[in-house]
């Protein structure tokens, strides 16, 4: 397997070191070179170094170590804004303001983030991905500076890592992967899939400390909440409106 | 450069010749190493490789030979079906079949995905991104038998290339990225950043075959114009919804 791949791990720990300009360029050319719908490069790349720029970022990615000590973060954008300037400056009318061009843009972005997120590796740095991209996405797009037509899909924090923690677990292969057609999941093969995972040590100390019966409850209780989902999904997706991903 | 990602290309057309289930197996294990929202896996992959069914989905994804010639074709699917079925299986109340949660879907299948390719193409396999998959997701959604909670954002087509194509152009790195703020583009930036693509010899002949008077506009009449993609934009959003992924 491809060495950055079997080796990744999320680090949420960061030396103060800079990203040297080099590396940076060279991970950057590495995010230009995946797949991109239509060759339209729909997708822009903001790179925070900052200090002070860095620490309003990390204030809206909820001050999590991950963002906070981190020297740089890309924050990647879906961007139909160049491609439609370019349009009208030749006098073609663009269409793109709408809600697969928001797909296209988010895949785009999603794609470039992880080629840029292995050759980070590849260069000694860690990353972790901030979720939390999608809680504040308009409060980021104002920091960024970021024109209507463009919206925050994610973000990588990178940086060298103060500590490298070990490869996380994963479920059993046959949990994600269908062969020809989807299997749909009994209760008995839910609690295989879930098994090694439920009985690890590490799950009986979190059972301990939230005071829970069970894993399920921690996520539903104390790390993704109903009401918490449904607030960030309106919210997110009125800023999508607004940024202009759905006029059809 | 990590080797895979400097040479990359899509693959249009590849020999009959099948994927080696050991070979399918590891870039399966490669895809599940990507980062994913919670350590969740809120995305399955289903692996078609049986004709009648690739002959179905190449249909969906328009004939065109990147789909029609591939002895493998993997849908990825954001899925917050099975997780939620756990939940539910442990007494908890999942909330997940909102707009943040197709998007977390969406981004661990992405990010497994461009696991999968690059190292699929570790293995001496080419592969091409479909885009066509947001155009018939309902339909190709049938094919596969994907439960409520799970819909189809990308797929891969995957096999031995036929014939290995050039790299693509892309636009220089500076049209892409910013540092730290959004820097807009003027009209002169535009023009200096698609100079190379618009004056090239391939620009000249697909104008002269178009019978238009530049590239803009091959994408706003002839590839993607702003008609088709509107009514994609519905039929995709429509699924979304029909699939349980905006009940907020």
Known sequence: MIKEIREHRSIRRYRPDAVPQEVMEEILRAATRASTVGN??????????????????????????????????????????????????????????????????????????????????????GICYLGTTLYNAGEIAGVLGLPHGVLPVMALSMGYPETVPPLTDRLPLEAVVHYDTYEDYTPERLDALWHERETSEETQCLLAENGLPNLARIFTERRYAKGDNVAFSRKYFDELVRQGFFNQ
Request: with cysteine; charged share 15%.
């Open 40 to 125: 339209m490069q729909l997708y822009s790349i903001v790179v925070t170094t900052a200090r002070g720029l860095l620490d309003e970022l990390a204030s809206l990615h909820l001050n999590q170590p991950a963002a906070a000590t981190a020297p740089a973060i890309l924050t990647f954008c879906a961007d139909i804004h160049r491609f439609s300037r370019w349009c009208e400056l030749r006098g073609a009318e663009p269409g793109y303001d709408n809600f697969c061009w928001f797909m296209n843009g988010a895949t785009d972005a999603l794609l470039a983030s992880q080629n840029a997120a292995l050759e980070a590796e590849a260069h000694g740095l």
